[in-house]
Structure formats: structure tokens, C-alpha cells
């Protein structure tokens, strides 16, 4: 038994040398260290602010002819289909709309400065808003309203168009948000949410 250890241990001794080079390996982390860096805050010197940018995503399938009564799709690769859009619309473990995980916005959350204006862009394949909001609540598309409450904002008179909608590809940009909370949702899509927060 002695003799097997003897050996095993030269060969873990064997294989070290072996694998030893010049080449540098990543070093072990202690879980010290990563509270001590944890403490800092991260890399010294980097902003407290975010990129003042928000990005709306689907991933509408452009092939599925489901798409098309509903203004279709124009992004090239998407993957989901008017099927799977409606499966993950509601939960048996929720009572309100959950809504498919690719409609989305990222981030859903920024930090800003004051006088700091913010991009958002439509990176998907289908319509969407920007729409800023008292509160968080249902939008303009009844079935997709599923246990919320639509929020005002939301509301359109007949024939009206909407300031805040993002054609596929399209841009717009906030101004002149001030100090404080801004929530932001799509009115199509009411899970699809961001807030804008602007601090010193």
C-alpha cells in the first residue's frame, strides 16, 4: 500500500513537471481576494454611470406566415414563431402576462447623468414603443394584456399616430430627463420594460 502511494505521488509529480512551461496559467482566486474585490467596487476608476443607450429586442422567425397579419417580420435569422410566441405568454404559475423572453430591452436598467441624452434603438423584426410611463402596467394590445391594468400612456385616439413607436431598425432619442426615475415599456409588448434612472 505504502509502495502505491510512493508511486502515485511521483507520477502527480511527473505530471506537473511535464505540464510546466513558460506559458502563464491563471492563477487561483481566494475567496478573500474576491471579497476584498467585491469591496471595491470592481476596477478603480471605472464610471458609475452606464452607456445612455437601450437596445429593443424579438426574434421574430421571418419565414412563419403568422407574423404577417400583424405587420410581419423583417429580422433575418429570428427564430421564433407566432406558435411559440403565444405558448410563452402566460404561466400557470402567474396570474399576469410573462410574455417571451426575446422581447425584451437591454438594459432594463441605466444609470445616467443629468443633461444626458439616451439612444434606443430597435433591434428586432417587428414593431415596438418606447413609451414612458407613470407606472408599469398593461399596454394597447388586449390579448397581451393578460392581469394587467393598460397604462394610460398607452392609450391612442383612432387613427392617431404614436411618437414613441420603433420601427425595425429604427431610432429615436430622450431628452431632457431629470433627476429621478423614468419607466419606460413597450405598449405593444407590456412585459418588454426599462427604467432610466438620472443621478449625481
Same mark, same amino acid.
Given at each position: 500500500?505504502?509502495?502505491?502511494?510512493? =508511486?502515485? =505521488?511521483?507520477?502527480?509529480?511527473?505530471?506537473?513537471?511535464?505540464?510546466? /512551461?513558460?506559458?502563464?496559467?491563471?492563477?487561483?482566486?481566494?475567496?478573500?481576494?474576491?471579497? %476584498?474585490?467585491?469591496?471595491?467596487?470592481?476596477?478603480?476608476? %471605472?464610471?458609475?454611470?452606464?452607456?445612455?443607450?437601450?437596445?429593443?429586442?424579438? /426574434?421574430?422567425?421571418?419565414?412563419?406566415?403568422?407574423?404577417?397579419?400583424?405587420?410581419?417580420?423583417?429580422?433575418?435569422?429570428?427564430?421564433?414563431?407566432?406558435?411559440?410566441?403565444?405558448?410563452?405568454?402566460?404561466?400557470?404559475?402567474?396570474?399576469?402576462?410573462?410574455?417571451?423572453?426575446?422581447?425584451?430591452?437591454?438594459?432594463?436598467?441605466?444609470?445616467?447623468?443629468?443633461?444626458?441624452?439616451?439612444?434606443?434603438?430597435?433591434?428586432?423584426?417587428?414593431?415596438?414603443?418606447?413609451?414612458?410611463?407613470?407606472?408599469?402596467?398593461?399596454?394597447?394590445?388586449?390579448?397581451?394584456?393578460?392581469?394587467?391594468?393598460?397604462?394610460?400612456?398607452?392609450?391612442?385616439?383612432?387613427?392617431?399616430?404614436?411618437?414613441? %413607436?420603433?420601427?425595425?431598425?429604427?431610432?429615436?432619442?430622450?431628452?431632457?430627463?431629470?433627476?429621478?426615475?423614468?419607466?419606460?415599456?413597450?405598449?405593444?409588448?407590456?412585459?418588454?420594460?426599462?427604467?432610466?434612472?438620472?443621478?449625481?
Amino acid at each position: 500500500m505504502r509502495a502505491f502511494r510512493v =508511486g502515485a =505521488g511521483v507520477l502527480v509529480l511527473g505530471v506537473v513537471a511535464a505540464c510546466s /512551461d513558460p506559458v502563464s496559467r491563471p492563477t487561483a482566486v481566494t475567496a478573500d481576494q474576491i471579497t %476584498a474585490s467585491d469591496e471595491r467596487g470592481g476596477d478603480e476608476g %471605472a464610471s458609475q454611470f452606464d452607456e445612455p443607450r437601450v437596445e429593443v429586442y424579438d /426574434d421574430c422567425k421571418p419565414t412563419d406566415p403568422g407574423w404577417a397579419p400583424t405587420g410581419g417580420c423583417t429580422l433575418a435569422g429570428g427564430k421564433v414563431n407566432l406558435d411559440e410566441f403565444n405558448i410563452f405568454l402566460s404561466s400557470p404559475l402567474s396570474q399576469s402576462v410573462v410574455g417571451h423572453p426575446a422581447w425584451r430591452m437591454e438594459k432594463s436598467y441605466i444609470k445616467i447623468p443629468p443633461n444626458t441624452d439616451v439612444e434606443v434603438e430597435n433591434e428586432g423584426g417587428r414593431l415596438h414603443t418606447f413609451t414612458k410611463v407613470a407606472q408599469f402596467g398593461g399596454g394597447r394590445v388586449p390579448p397581451l394584456n393578460q392581469g394587467l391594468t393598460p397604462a394610460p400612456e398607452c392609450a391612442l385616439a383612432p387613427g392617431a399616430p404614436d411618437p414613441t %413607436a420603433l420601427l425595425p431598425e429604427a431610432t429615436l432619442t430622450i431628452h431632457g430627463l431629470t433627476l429621478g426615475n423614468h419607466r419606460y415599456q413597450c405598449c405593444i409588448h407590456p412585459w418588454m420594460r426599462a427604467l432610466i434612472k438620472v443621478t449625481n
